[in-house]
């Protein structure tokens, strides 16, 4: 990944990548938003529900951050 790119993780199974990519054990990445929450679930089924959702947006940061 480019330096400034971002990744946007939005669902309910993208919890261990967000905490992966923003914990201290992987340098070189900042949390910028993060959000756990019950929420409606576009798109997700025949119906739209209720359910846990988690957004997150991850920035790589620059080599000299």
């Keep these: 990944m480019r330096p400034g790119a971002r990744i946007v993780c ?10 992966h990519l923003w914990s201290p054990g992987l340098p070189g990445f900042r949390l910028e ?7 409606f679930r576009d798109g ?5 529900i209720r359910g846990r959702v988690i957004r997150a947006v991850i920035r790589k940061l ?3 951050q």
């Design 10 to 19: 939005e669902g309910n199974a993208y919890e261990p990548l967000a905490r």
């Design 33 to 39: 938003r993060y959000s756990d929450s019950e929420d």
């Design 44 to 48: 997700w089924a025949a119906d739209n």
């Design 62 to 64: 620059a080599l000299e």
